[in-house]
């Protein structure tokens, strides 16, 4: 039978990290071995609610790729898929749980709890309640409900329960110890909505779900959740639980470390695809022989994917991992049919707010457009972490006008020599494609070297000190632009002071008092 998994978020908030890589796990695992998921929201702590969750945990899943096969807006047989619209089948099975012995109906109120609990605490007992409502008579309760007194429904762990060896897909053997539980856990509150670990084993057996993946916080309930399934009758699911996601400090990964939600990454133009790899290469096990920074999208993830890569240890999430794979994950995806559209509509909005008046002019075509911007992005790979970055990693392509504010790398008597002699050789061209040559061997006719000679001319072309390789600026940026560029710095007030008299003639810059075209008139 193809397996049938789900994720099962609360709405108490936006879809985070943790919940992401859950989802993603359980659509793996199903997609892997042909099966589906569901996505069900687990809605009853209604003091917990947060107007809008839902919908963040939809937009994060859709942004993602990844599409849920039964769940809100996707009927199936298996629905409501909200908890809260499932409350009349919560109450049969608690009623079934009371009439075998299983669960038992506790009255006292939160300060007699309180009460007891301190007790207990002083008597050195590790239990957190007494079991007083335990011994209740049935005339006793029949009484008490029947003044409508408010109560909740514990079960019963007075009774022995003879669970079978269990052998979680990712932790291994685990041994069944309730310690950290409370004493009789509730499983209906006052409110009369389930807990988590009533709801979610009746509605695992209700909907048919064969593997459950879930977070490692869910780990210590497991005894509770099993011994659910074997009082009811049923057969549980294999279980497998996700290790904690850790920030490279090992601290636990929260808000107060940095971004976790997932629409921070998305509004900060981390590539969907990359994330998903990201997570996806987290935690894997020493025996795994792919490399660490493996890139896959998600169809290879899916084809490949494999649980016993993946170790019990808890995940270190590598911010520079992230960098690594979202530059090559923005190539990628350039190279995509269905992809390629997408990114540069998303790219050229990024930009047209920043450069406004990238527009045509007599001498270059639009900057801001499809064939350009793709153009500028395949040779920025090695230096764009993400398309957010593009207007100032890039800057250089769009504009130059930074030249003019940006201090000169060398003397002005320098920089006016070279830029002026360069566009000298510009003009002379019919176009650059002998540019190279010409970066080769025009720093040696001036006796500079061509380190200094290339900071001078990417400086003049836009005022950065870095960046790309000077001959696939002009390439790129086209001939006339690059005349336009040069020779509004040389006619900047940056190099205003500088006598061209002054200036050594190893170029021509003067011939018979004479001053070519292209350098400033004095």
């Given at each position: 039978?193809?397996?049938?998994l ?84 919560y ?10 012995g ?31 409502c ?12 029947k ?86 009758g ?31 990454f ?42 016993s ?42 930009l ?126 086209g ?24 200036i ?19």
């Amino acid at each position: 039978m193809p397996p049938l998994l789900r994720f099962a978020p609360s709405p108490t908030g936006s879809l985070h990290l943790g919940g992401l890589r859950t989802a993603l796990f359980n659509h793996l695992f199903a997609q892997n071995l042909g099966g589906k998921w569901i996505l069900r929201i687990e809605d009853t702590d209604a003091s917990r609610y947060i107007p809008g969750s839902v919908e963040d945990i939809q937009n994060g899943l859709k942004w993602a790729g990844l599409e849920y096969d039964f769940g809100p807006n996707k009927n199936g047989p298996h629905g409501p898929y909200y908890q809260s619209q499932r409350l009349d089948l919560y109450h049969s099975y608690v009623r079934k749980l009371i009439e075998s012995g299983d669960a038992y109906r506790c009255f006292c109120s939160s300060d007699e709890l309180e009460v007891k609990r301190q007790h207990l605490k002083a008597s050195g007992s590790l239990a957190t309640y007494d079991r007083a409502c335990r011994k209740l008579t049935e005339e006793d309760v029949a009484r008490r409900i029947k003044l409508k007194q408010p109560h909740v429904v514990r079960i019963d762990d007075v009774k022995d329960i003879s669970l079978p060896p269990f052998t979680d897909m990712i932790f291994g053997e685990v041994r069944d110890a309730q310690g950290s539980l409370p004493t009789d856990p509730i499983l209906l509150k006052m409110d009369q909505f389930p807990t988590y670990h009533l709801a979610s084993v009746v509605d695992d057996h209700e909907m048919g779900i064969t593997h459950v993946l879930r977070g490692e916080e869910w780990l210590p309930s497991l005894p509770l959740h099993r011994s659910l399934y074997n009082r009811l009758g049923w057969t549980a699911p294999a279980y497998g639980h996700l290790p904690l996601l850790l920030n490279p400090d090992g601290s636990k990964m929260s808000k107060r470390h940095g971004d976790v939600r997932v629409s921070d990454f998305k509004e900060k133009g981390w590539e969907s695809s990359a994330i998903l790899n990201w997570l996806a290469l987290s935690g894997r096990n020493a025996n795994n022989k792919e490399p660490r920074s493996s890139i896959a999208d998600l169809q290879m993830l899916v084809k490949e994917f494999k649980l016993s890569d993946y170790t019990r240890r808890r995940a270190v999430l590598d911010p520079e991992l992230l960098s690594q794979l979202n530059r090559r994950h923005i190539q990628l995806e350039l190279k995509k049919p269905e992809r390629r559209h997408e990114i540069l509509d998303r790219t050229i909005q990024v930009l047209k707010p920043v450069y406004p008046h990238s527009e045509p002019s007599m001498t270059r075509s639009d900057l801001v457009n499809p064939d350009y911007v793709t153009r500028v992005l395949e040779l920025l790979e090695d230096r764009l972490d993400r398309i957010d970055e593009l207007p100032a990693v890039g800057r250089i392509f769009f504009e130059g006008t930074a030249a003019l504010t940006t201090e000169l790398p060398c003397k002005p008597h320098l920089y006016l020599t070279v830029t002026s002699g360069f566009l000298d050789w510009v003009e002379a061209s019919p176009d650059l494609s002998q540019a190279k040559s010409a970066l080769n061997r025009l720093p040696g006719e001036l006796g500079v070297s061509k380190g200094q000679y290339m900071r001078i001319l990417r400086h003049a072309l836009g005022g950065e000190k870095n960046g790309p390789p000077v001959g696939e600026v002009l390439s790129l940026i086209g001939k006339g632009e690059v005349k336009n560029r040069l020779r509004t710095m040389l006619a900047s007030d940056a190099l205003a002071v500088v006598d061209t008299e002054d200036i050594d003639n190893p170029v021509g810059i003067l011939v018979s008092g004479e001053t070519l075209k292209g350098s400033p008139q004095k």
